[in-house]
Structures are given as C-alpha cells and as structure tokens.
C-alpha cells in the first residue's frame, strides 16, 4: 500500500499533467504551482520544477526554453486524455450526486456511477493531505423548511417517465390523487421533471388538453409507455413556467401585499426581501410591509408560520383566508386531551 507522501506525489503529478495545455507557449512552473495549490496540493515551485523534469523523462512533454520564464506543454499531437478526475471534479461531483438522482435518466445514470465512485474514493484518500478533499465534511445545504424524509419512489416508474420524456412518448398511468383516496387513469405527454424540496414532480399535461400540472412521482401505482407521440403546448417553456409561480402550487396571479410586521421579522425581510420591488417603512412598534408576490400556497403557509409577527392588511380576502385557518387551528387546539 503507498505511503501517504507517495500518494500524495503521484496525486500532485497527475493533476499537473491534467493542466499541462497541448500548445506553447504553455504553463511556467509559477503558474502551475498556483493552480497546483488553489486545486489543494500544498507544494513549492521548486518541487513542480522538479515534477516537470521528472515528467518530461516519462512522457512527452516540451519546454518552451526560447525565453523566460519557460513555459511547459505537451509536444504537438502528442498529448494524453489521462483516465480520472481532478480533486475540483470529485469534490463537484459528490455535492451534486444525491440532488440530482432523480433528475437524470436510468440509463446515463448508470454511466455516471463509476465516476461518483472514483469521486468518492479520490476524496477519502486524499482526505489526511489534502484540505481541498476536506471541503465536502465543511459545507452542506439545508432546507430552510422542516427537514421531511423524501416519500419512496419506485425505481422502475421513475425509469418509464424518464424514458418518455427523452423520447418524446405518451405515457397510460395509474395515479393516487393527494387530497381524495382515488386512483385515476390518465394518459399523459411529459414535459419536464422537476425536483422541488424533497419531493419530484412530473410536469405534463392529459390527454388532449393543454392545461400544465404537476405529478408527484411517488404517486404514481403504475406506468406504461405507449409509442404515441407526446403532444407539447404550444408556447411551453420549462423556465417560464417555473418563473410563472407554478412551483408554489397556487393560482398565477400576482397581488400586492399590504402588511404590518415587528421589528424582528422586519429586520429579516430586510435581509431576504420577499420581492424586488418590497419595502419597509418604519413605524413607533415595527414597520408597513408592501410587496408584489404570487398568490399561492407557499404564500399562505410562510404567513401563516409567521403568525404573532406579522398583519395582513390586504388583500381582504386573504386576510380572511389567514383568519379562517387561524381560527380552525384554535378550534382544534381548544379541545381537552
């Protein structure tokens, strides 16, 4: 087994084969030592000096020695496609891996499973010398909502649905709507998938009509795809229908929220606006919130988990719509247990 320096050398070397470009006037040894350093290796520009030397007895490497500093590259027509991945494409690679699972098909999915392999091992074994392999255990995303499990999803239906989505195909489902104990059959043309939170959803419309929605996948008891060719609304385009609002499962209608908010909730919203156009106007006991934003679910759930710090003023109806929920959550709590 190599010792951690020999790991380390034969990673160092690797990595600056990797940089070496196939023209000249190609990299100084101070340019590479930079590079070298900012993908984690921690060395000195005599030790590249030395590597480069070293190399160029192994493989075919040239030295623009016409003036100086001289710049290193691989000889015209002779440079080498090295198998691996850089410490910058492992450590890329494993922050993506679980966030795009879902997102990509079966069958490129299984291509890409020995490079997060070889991602994996690369940083674990690089992880005692290398503080740039250290980075995945120092950072993390985190949902800023309560952190659910992610629902199950069958691997085969989620195949199918990336199958007929790539290839443009109808697909004949079996589908437990959310709010009735109903399974319906539906003939449906894929458009997208999306991942939202911790659940995926198929972007798709029925049948023959044009009206976009939303399938959690984990919903779906059984899925065929047909050979029919998929139907595609005129118009549909996947980043204007996300911008659209539709992802927070609402109505897409914009509106212009008049509230009142405590100081502390207002020191938060100057920080993260609700809108590009909001403001605060400071008051004696907080300050008058005004913002335009999409009337939708997303919407009612934040003010509703806001509840003590903030005053709707309008719209009435949603204002309304806070105080009915309020008062059924009451009803329900005002009960001896």
């Not at 190599?2 to 100084?28: D, F, V, Y």
């Not at 419309?205 to 139907?231: I, N, Q, W």
């Not at 509106?255 to 009142?260: D, F, K, V, Y």
């Given at each position: 087994?190599?010792t951690?320096?020999?790991?380390?050398?034969?990673s160092?070397?690797?990595?600056?084969?990797?940089?070496?470009p196939?023209?000249?006037?190609?990299?100084?040894?101070?340019?590479?030592?930079?590079?070298?350093e900012?993908?984690?290796h921690?060395?000195?520009?005599?030790?590249?000096e030395?590597?480069?030397?070293?190399l160029?007895?192994?493989?075919?490497?040239?030295?623009?020695?016409?003036?100086?500093?001289?710049?290193?590259?691989?000889q015209p027509g002779?440079?080498?496609?090295?198998?691996?991945?850089?410490?910058g494409?492992?450590?890329?690679?494993?922050l993506?891996?679980?966030?795009?699972?879902p997102?990509?098909?079966?069958?490129?999915?299984?291509?890409?499973?020995?490079?997060?392999?070889?991602?994996?091992?690369k940083?674990?074994a690089?992880?005692?010398?290398?503080?740039?392999?250290?980075?995945?255990?120092?950072?993390?995303?985190?949902?800023?909502?309560?952190?659910?499990?992610?629902p199950d999803?069958?691997?085969?239906?989620?195949?199918?649905?990336?199958?007929a989505?790539?290839?443009?195909?109808q697909?004949?489902?079996?589908?437990?709507?959310?709010?009735?104990?109903?399974?319906?059959?539906?003939?449906?043309?894929?458009?997208?998938?999306?991942?939202?939170g911790q659940i995926?959803?198929?972007v798709?419309?029925?049948?023959?009509?044009?009206?976009?929605?939303?399938?959690?996948v984990?919903?779906f008891?059984?899925?065929?795809?047909?050979?029919k060719p998929?139907?595609?609304?005129?118009?549909?385009?996947?980043?204007?229908y996300?911008?659209?609002?539709a992802l927070?499962?609402?109505?897409?209608q914009?509106?212009?929220?008049?509230?009142?908010v405590?100081p502390?909730?207002?020191?938060r919203?100057?920080?993260t606006?609700?809108?590009?156009?909001?403001?605060?106007?400071?008051?004696?006991?907080?300050?008058?919130?005004t913002a335009t934003v999409?009337?939708?679910?997303e919407?009612?759930?934040?003010?509703?988990?806001?509840?003590?710090?903030?005053?709707?003023?309008?719209?009435?109806?949603?204002r309304?719509?806070?105080i009915?929920?309020?008062?059924?959550?009451l009803a329900?709590?005002?009960?001896?247990?």
């Amino acid at each position: 087994m190599p010792t951690h320096s020999t790991r380390r050398t034969i990673s160092r070397q690797w990595e600056m084969l990797k940089l070496l470009p196939n023209r000249a006037p190609g990299l100084t040894a101070a340019e590479l030592h930079q590079q070298l350093e900012e993908a984690g290796h921690r060395t000195t520009k005599r030790t590249v000096e030395r590597d480069l030397n070293e190399l160029s007895s192994l493989f075919p490497l040239h030295c623009n020695d016409k003036g100086t500093p001289y710049g290193w590259y691989w000889q015209p027509g002779r440079s080498i496609d090295l198998p691996g991945i850089t410490v910058g494409e492992a450590l890329t690679l494993r922050l993506v891996e679980d966030s795009i699972r879902p997102l990509i098909p079966g069958l490129m999915l299984k291509s890409l499973e020995p490079r997060f392999s070889q991602a994996r091992q690369k940083l674990k074994a690089l992880s005692e010398e290398s503080a740039s392999a250290r980075w995945i255990d120092k950072v993390a995303s985190v949902q800023p909502s309560l952190n659910l499990i992610a629902p199950d999803i069958k691997a085969e239906h989620l195949d199918l649905l990336q199958r007929a989505l790539l290839e443009g195909l109808q697909l004949l489902c079996l589908y437990q709507s959310a709010n009735k104990n109903r399974v319906h059959e539906l003939t449906l043309n894929p458009l997208a998938l999306v991942q939202r939170g911790q659940i995926t959803y198929l972007v798709a419309c029925a049948d023959t009509f044009d009206d976009v929605r939303l399938y959690a996948v984990h919903r779906f008891e059984a899925v065929t795809m047909l050979s029919k060719p998929g139907r595609h609304p005129a118009g549909f385009d996947l980043r204007d229908y996300i911008q659209s609002g539709a992802l927070q499962f609402g109505v897409s209608q914009a509106i212009r929220l008049h509230a009142w908010v405590d100081p502390a909730l207002a020191k938060r919203l100057h920080e993260t606006p609700l809108s590009e156009d909001m403001t605060l106007i400071a008051e004696p006991d907080g300050a008058r919130l005004t913002a335009t934003v999409n009337d939708s679910w997303e919407l009612k759930w934040w003010l509703l988990s806001q509840a003590g710090a903030i005053r709707v003023d309008a719209p009435v109806t949603l204002r309304q719509t806070l105080i009915d929920s309020q008062r059924q959550s009451l009803a329900l709590h005002d009960t001896e247990i």
